[in-house]
């Protein structure tokens, strides 16, 4: 069976294509990314700064509305280049943020906001903070 061997390779090539776009890349250890959601006529501003852990590991993120700091979420970790960040008062979701890096000063990530702010969201590029 000579087949085998080629049909073999290229379903694990097959495979590999599809798969790679599910994970994501590793952050730069130690970097801050920022993110804006600029004002509209139906949404206020909002800015998120994702800080990344000198491990690379984990995170933590900080939302701001308008000219006001809404929170800073719980320590989360950074999975196959993805994230959840959370803030929470006691059982009650304030907001959420998940995402996953594209390249390592880059991030693209979708912002939940049930119960603060002015409860719309969106998707969010967040870029490495040169500063």
């Known amino acids: 069976m000579p087949w085998r061997a080629p ?3 290229i379903s694990c090539l ?6 790679a776009p599910a ?15 600029p004002e509209t006529a139906a949404r206020l501003g ?3 700064v994702l800080k990344v852990s000198p ?3 984990t995170g933590r993120a900080r939302l701001a509305c308008g000219d006001t700091r ?12 993805k ?26 990530a979708k912002l939940y906001l049930p119960a603060v702010c002015d409860g719309r969201g969106g998707k969010v590029t967040l870029e490495i903070d040169e500063n």
């Open 83 to 108: 994230f959840e960040a959370r803030r929470s008062t006691g059982s009650v979701l304030v907001w959420r943020l998940t995402g996953k890096f594209v390249s390592p000063d880059r991030s693209k």
């Open 14 to 19: 097959a495979l590999a294509i599809l798969v």
């Open 55 to 57: 491990s690379g590991t």
């Open 23 to 37: 994970l994501g890349a590793a952050p730069t250890k130690g970097a801050s990314y920022v993110g804006e959601l």
């Open 70 to 81: 809404v929170g800073l979420s719980s320590k989360f970790d950074v999975v196959e280049g």
């Open 7 to 9: 049909m073999l390779a």
């Open 46 to 48: 909002k800015r998120v």
